[in-house]
């Protein structure tokens, strides 16, 4: 948004003078609530980021950690949401460019791709519009720059009718000492390669930095992709980074120059001079300050070597990038723009790159609906578990994942559908491989912020654990409302705190993040806040990684206890028509010592199939492990909760830090023997096999769904949706 009096005063007071027409686009752009974090940078300090295999933290385009010795895997998570609200086909496909250069920037080779969607119901003609462009500017960029997108989340609520949220990760890979060390030095030059400049996405920084407006006013800031241009971007800084060219590379991304300048500068305490003149364009006509705040895609700052310029250059011409010399780094701590011979941007390097912060107060709204006494007929309980199985939120993603090539690089172990998480292969001669999972829950999140971002996290962790992957770290993409209104502004303090409380209990740290605020709908409504939680982990052989679907060849043996938790619950707002309650508690050493002892029974190879507990609760995961496997299940509810009042309560709580195993029967015993010397709850509370899913009390059968029909509601569910409404 546009820049506020108090702001403009303190930036007149500190040059003594008025600024240029060109410094005035660079403060919109660099001091926007998307560049600079300038509400929330002082509550993100919560968060923990150190760990011994940290490498990259918090503050360059994208975070690293040591996954093995010789292995470094590269992350980042970013939003477009409201490119995506505006024009969901190039909103969505650029937050997939913008994401895969951020991972470039570090110096690795990108691998894999996730997304978190937040759509509408699917009942309208404008989400249903939303939902297919987002997905296919997803696919269509993602498939033509051959990087896989393997996993996400998907959620569907009113809330999101007309501002989605459309929330990308990257993930690369790299070795530790090859890592980009971020630093630049006075006499080293720039250059900007890629794309040329133009128009489109001017000042999407300050536009994603305020309310939606009419898309009529909003369609010139969002940019437009051109996934060939960045295939051949990847290619060449790929073999530029094998043959050791660059020392820098920073991505053209919000802000644009005047960001990517600024930023780099203020990192190594260095001057520089931009040739705004010197820079390639696609519009001749095109005014410095245009060309300083442009966001046209796929352009990249790159730093060479000293004495490589010229063969990085001619590396660049070989693969058809056009590459520009527009100036250098010096040691006059100041940032300069010249055009034609002129002066157009003379400051201080820290005052075009850092924002003054900003104080907002936090106002709690007031509390939710809580839950009311629910009770169901033991003869509904089928009726429910087919509402729940057939609710879109749980139901199969197929017609998403379908659309995008999961399979492209040959690494993916586990696509889509197949387990919790995604498994890749790094195809260095070895078994080993790179776990990740994407986790977000707005319901959990409107009825309580610090609850459901903690549980959000614990997810993620929990996804990966379910393949036999170890957890190593997290980043956080945090989508709230207005921060100039208090008790919008209090969701986000409330995520960032329940963030970095599991984070601690958990022992994991964050390496990166994205704040996306100001999503509100057409009436200043906040729409239903989420923190989108990428956990990334490794694992030592791909192929013992379990998926989901049961064999029919074992028993069904429940980890981590089960307690009466509908709060905030997929059944509990079936029944209801609207959420209500709190979340479940979030138990952080339940949720790691689960993890761990899941995990080492993967990797000893005691588990058949294994899956999460989470939406839906327990008879909603085995109903997904049945209908993965093809094979019927019968749950045993008294056996799974004791302590709960109603098989409706042990059925559909989503208690987290639980999952279901399918394990070998001879391998039980050791499995329950394993759990106990852990101090982590384990019942055998079921078997695989027959036509049907049956939910039972002991020997007595309270309901029993065809499996056929299931398999067809969670099937065809979502399809139908996109296509009928």
């Known amino acids: 948004m546009p820049l506020s009096e108090s702001e403009l005063s303190e930036i007149r007071r500190r040059l003594g003078r008025e600024p240029t027409r060109e410094e005035l686009a660079l403060f919109e752009a660099t001091w926007s609530e998307h560049c600079s974090y300038k509400s929330t940078r002082r509550l993100l300090r919560m968060l923990p980021t150190e760990?011994?295999?940290?490498?990259?933290?918090?503050?360059?385009?994208?975070?690293?950690?040591?996954?093995?010795?010789?292995?470094?895997?590269?992350?980042?998570?970013?939003?477009?949401?409201?490119?995506?609200?505006?024009?969901?086909?190039?909103?969505?496909?650029?937050?997939?460019?913008?994401?895969?250069?951020?991972?470039?920037?570090?110096?690795?080779?990108?691998?894999?791709?996730?997304?978190?969607?937040?759509?509408?119901?699917?009942?309208?003609?404008?989400?249903?519009?939303?939902?297919?462009g987002i997905v296919r500017g997803i696919s269509d960029y993602g498939n033509r720059i051959g990087v896989p997108t393997v996993a996400g989340e998907t959620w569907f609520h009113a809330s999101y009718e007309r501002q989605p949220l459309v929330n990308v990760a990257c993930i690369g890979v790299t070795r530790?000492?090859?890592?980009?060390?971020?630093?630049?030095?006075?006499?080293?030059?720039?250059?900007?390669?890629?794309?040329?400049?133009?128009?489109?996405?001017?000042?999407?920084?300050?536009?994603?930095?305020?309310?939606?407006?009419?898309?009529?006013?909003?369609?010139?800031?969002?940019?437009?992709?051109?996934?060939?241009?960045?295939?051949?971007?990847?290619?060449?800084?790929?073999?530029?980074?094998?043959?050791?060219?660059?020392?820098?590379?920073?991505?053209l991304g919000g802000g644009g120059l005047a960001t990517a300048v600024s930023e780099t500068a203020a990192s190594s305490g260095v001057g520089a001079v931009v040739h705004l003149d010197r820079v390639h364009l696609r519009e001749p006509d095109m005014e410095p300050a245009e060309i300083l705040v442009s966001e046209s895609q796929e352009r990249m700052l790159l730093v060479p070597q000293r004495g490589k310029l010229g063969e990085l250059l001619r590396l660049l011409d070989r693969y058809g990038v056009e590459a520009s010399v527009i100036g250098y780094f010096d040691d006059t701590g100041r940032l300069r723009a010249v055009y034609r011979g002129r002066v157009v941007v003379d400051l201080p390097v820290g005052l075009a790159a850092s924002a003054p912060p900003v104080e907002r107060k936090a106002e709690p709204p007031p509390a939710p609906r809580e839950l009311p006494g629910l009770s169901l007929a033991e003869e509904e309980l089928g009726w429910l578990l087919e509402r729940v199985v057939s609710s879109p939120r749980v139901?199969?993603?197929?017609?998403?994942?379908?659309?995008?090539?999961?399979?492209?690089?040959?690494?993916?172990?586990?696509?889509?559908?197949?387990?919790?998480?995604?498994?890749?292969?790094?195809?260095?001669?070895?078994?080993?491989?790179?776990?990740?999972?994407?986790?977000?829950?707005?319901?959990?999140?409107?009825?309580?912020?610090?609850?459901?971002?903690?549980?959000?996290?614990?997810?993620?962790y929990r996804h990966v654990a379910a393949v036999g992957g170890e957890p190593l770290a997290a980043l956080d993409n945090i989508?709230?409302?207005?921060?100039?209104?208090?008790?919008?502004?209090?969701?986000?303090?409330?995520?960032?705190?329940?963030?970095?409380?599991?984070?601690?209990?958990?022992?994991?740290?964050?390496?990166?993040?994205?704040?996306?605020?100001?999503?509100?709908?057409?009436?200043?409504?906040?729409?239903?806040?989420?923190?989108?939680?990428?956990?990334?982990?490794?694992?030592?052989?791909?192929?013992?990684?379990?998926?989901?679907?049961?064999?029919?060849?074992?028993?069904?043996?429940?980890?981590?206890e089960t307690r009466p938790e509908l709060g905030a619950s997929e059944a509990a707002e079936l029944l209801l028509g609207e959420p209500a309650g709190l979340p479940p508690e979030p138990r952080p050493r339940e949720e790691a010592a689960a993890a761990k002892l899941v995990r080492r029974l993967i990797e000893d190879e005691l588990v058949l199939a294994s899956h999460s507990v989470g939406l839906?609760?327990?008879?909603?995961?085995?109903?997904?492990?049945?209908?993965?496997?093809?094979?019927?299940?019968?749950?045993?509810?008294?056996?799974?909760?004791?302590?709960?009042?109603?098989?409706?309560?042990?059925?559909?709580?989503?208690?987290?830090?639980?999952?279901?195993?399918?394990v070998p029967r001879d391998s039980v015993g050791e499995v329950l023997r394993r759990a106990e010397e852990a101090g982590v709850w384990a019942r055998v509370v079921g078997e695989p096999g027959g036509s049907y899913v049956e939910l039972a009390s002991g020997r007595r059968t309270l309901a029993r769904v065809p499996l056929d029909g299931l398999s067809e509601a969670y099937a065809t569910t979502l399809e139908k949706l996109v296509r009928e409404g």
């Open 395 to 460: 139901a199969g993603k197929a017609w998403v994942y379908e659309q995008y090539d999961w399979g492209v690089q040959g690494r993916t172990a586990a696509p889509p559908g197949y387990a919790d998480a995604a498994v890749l292969w790094l195809r260095d001669g070895t078994s080993r491989g790179v776990v990740a999972a994407l986790a977000g829950n707005p319901r959990y999140t409107r009825q309580d912020p610090f609850r459901g971002a903690a549980l959000s996290l614990a997810e993620a």
């Open 616 to 662: 839906g609760g327990a008879a909603a995961a085995v109903a997904r492990m049945a209908v993965a496997g093809g094979v019927g299940a019968r749950l045993d509810l008294a056996a799974l909760c004791p302590a709960c009042r109603s098989p409706l309560e042990a059925g559909f709580s989503e208690t987290p830090g639980r999952y279901i195993l399918e």
């Open 176 to 251: 530790p000492g090859d890592l980009l060390p971020g630093r630049v030095e006075p006499g080293d030059v720039m250059v900007l390669a890629g794309n040329s400049t133009g128009r489109d996405g001017m000042l999407g920084s300050s536009f994603a930095s305020r309310p939606l407006g009419s898309r009529e006013e909003d369609i010139a800031a969002v940019q437009v992709g051109n996934p060939f241009l960045e295939k051949l971007l990847i290619d060449a800084l790929t073999e530029a980074f094998e043959r050791k060219l660059l020392r820098h590379v920073k991505d």
């Open 51 to 132: 760990a011994p295999w940290v490498l990259v933290g918090p503050g360059r385009d994208a975070g690293a950690v040591k996954l093995f010795d010789d292995v470094a895997v590269v992350a980042r998570i970013e939003s477009h949401n409201h490119p995506s609200a505006v024009d969901p086909y190039n909103g969505a496909a650029t937050g997939v460019g913008g994401i895969v250069r951020d991972v470039l920037s570090l110096g690795a080779q990108p691998i894999a791709l996730l997304d978190a969607l937040y759509l509408g119901s699917l009942r309208t003609p404008v989400s249903r519009w939303l939902a297919k």
């Open 479 to 560: 989508n709230a409302g207005n921060p100039e209104k208090p008790r919008q502004f209090w969701y986000f303090k409330r995520i960032v705190e329940g963030l970095a409380w599991m984070a601690r209990g958990l022992g994991i740290p964050f390496i990166g993040g994205n704040v996306s605020l100001y999503n509100e709908d057409e009436h200043g409504h906040m729409v239903d806040p989420v923190a989108s939680v990428l956990v990334v982990g490794r694992i030592s052989d791909v192929t013992r990684a379990t998926g989901l679907a049961l064999t029919g060849e074992g028993l069904l043996v429940a980890v981590g």
